[in-house]
């Protein structure tokens, strides 16, 4: 039977609508011979957001779907009618989806609670009609924008279950059967390494510690797949497991008290948490000495004891098998954390969503691409471009008074452009002539 890969790291492509197109029409009526503009406005394009839901646990519903858009806006049409606006698309996420551009690695936001939202891609905006460029001198302009193109990015996902406590360990140390025994999970429990291939989550109920004052404490608990050593830097599913150790509050680290070398594990998983983040150490650690019920384990309590004792860790001895030991380390538990009131809240601050709002980069610059072709890079005289249709002798004038106004006409000219050079902006494509500008795609 083939493993089942807990998806927690998966790429989604998002484009946001078109705004609609701007009319250029005039009005007709009986009687008005001369008509004056009357096209409306383009709508604008719908939006992608992405949004935490509490009922989400995993990123299986992007496991075979991986791009979306949202809707466009409408044509704008005569008599002022404005076009209408495109639909919004929201995607439901976990809560502790980490949501990375793919391009630039860049953090866009961090969904810690539910409810929170981000925008990943921004509709385009629409076109505007006629209306908008009638002037004393030009009463009559046939010239209207094209709706502005929605934005679309890579996005890069990675899920970091949000759990109170994560057990950590070698493959095969016992921690599934450690979460059976604390909890009401039934894991998947066999004596081979990697049975564990996706966390398992339970639910520690500390009702007989904190007696029957207060609100009973409920605590999760992430049995985190066995670690490696070079797991921090990719060996075996590493980075995919240290992700979710990263948002516990206390950790719980299960050693093999059978194994051969108890001491040279301990310090494995250690040199791969530190290795991966060092904050980790820093996290309330409780060290778990399983198997106790195996005659190996006797001859190497003392001395791992010892050893933990001048690391200033807290060490309990242990049979997940049997349950000796187990209420101790639920007691230690019990102390480590919160109030049920803080355990309501996530482990990190709640509402702290990074926005990365670009600075207006409104001047151009001309380069040369590897071809010969000339480009123009802009965040304004690129949405111009995008904007105008060049298959309007008025519209491709008033875009050329555009690039004199922008100084990108003269730009070129300095770096040598030539009749029938091409020039690249944004999308489009242009053949340079010393008078009109042809589109070539």
């Known amino acids: 039977m083939m493993a089942r890969m807990f998806l927690d790291r998966v790429k989604i492509w998002v484009r946001a609508g078109d705004g609609g197109n701007g009319a250029a029409t005039f009005r007709r009526e009986a009687h008005v011979p001369r008509g004056g503009p009357d096209g409306g406005d383009g709508g604008r394009g719908g939006s992608i957001y992405l949004r935490a839901d509490a009922g989400e646990t995993t990123l299986r519903d992007y496991r075979h779907r991986h791009h979306f858009r949202a809707g466009g806006g409408g044509r704008g049409e005569r008599a002022r009618r404005h076009g209408k606006a495109g639909g919004d698309l929201v995607l439901e996420v976990p809560p502790g989806t980490a949501i990375v551009d793919d391009g630039s690695d860049e953090l866009i936001a961090d969904l810690v609670a539910a409810d929170q939202r981000v925008l990943v891609a921004r509709g385009g905006r629409g076109g505007l009609g006629n209306t908008h460029f009638a002037t004393a001198t030009h009463q009559a302009p046939r010239h209207a924008q094209k709706g502005e193109p929605g934005e679309e990015r890579w996005l890069r996902l990675e899920l970091r279950l949000i759990a109170d406590v994560g057990l950590v360990g070698l493959p095969n140390a016992g921690k599934s059967t450690l979460l059976a025994a604390l909890t009401a999970a039934r894991p998947k ?3 081979y390494p990697f049975t564990t291939l996706e966390p398992n989550l339970g639910v520690l109920d500390l009702t007989a510690e904190d007696g029957e004052a207060g609100i009973p404490r409920r605590p999760t608990i992430a049995d985190v797949p066995g670690l490696i050593e070079g797991a921090s830097s990719g060996a075996g599913l590493g980075h995919a497991f240290l992700r979710h150790v990263e948002r516990t509050r206390v950790l719980v680290h299960v050693v093999d008290g059978a194994a051969r070398d108890p001491g040279w594990d301990f310090d494995v998983v250690r040199d791969e948490l530190r290795a991966h983040d060092p ?41 997940a098998a049997t349950g000796e030991g187990v209420e ?8 480590l954390l919160p109030s049920a009131d803080e355990l309501a809240r996530p482990p990190e601050p709640a509402g702290v969503v990074v926005h990365r709002i670009d600075a207006p980069d409104d001047a151009a610059s001309v380069s040369r691409e590897p071809d010969g072709a000339f480009r123009v890079t802009g965040r304004r005289i690129e949405r111009l471009a995008a904007q105008t249709d060049f298959g309007i002798e008025e519209s491709v004038d008033r875009f050329q008074r555009d690039l004199e106004r922008l100084g990108v006409d003269g730009q070129l000219r300095d770096a040598g452009i030539r009749g029938g050079d091409t020039v690249r902006i944004g999308s489009v494509e242009l053949e340079w002539a010393p008078e009109l500008w042809a589109v070539r795609r």
């Open 279 to 319: 904050a980790l150490l820093e996290k309330p650690t409780v060290v778990a000495f399983n198997k106790t019920d195996l005659p190996a384990a006797a001859t190497t309590w003392s001395e791992f004891r010892r050893a933990r004792d001048r690391d200033g860790l807290p060490v309990i001895a242990l049979s």
């Open 328 to 335: 101790h380390l639920r007691a230690q538990l019990a102390a």
């Open 189 to 191: 429990i066999a004596d």
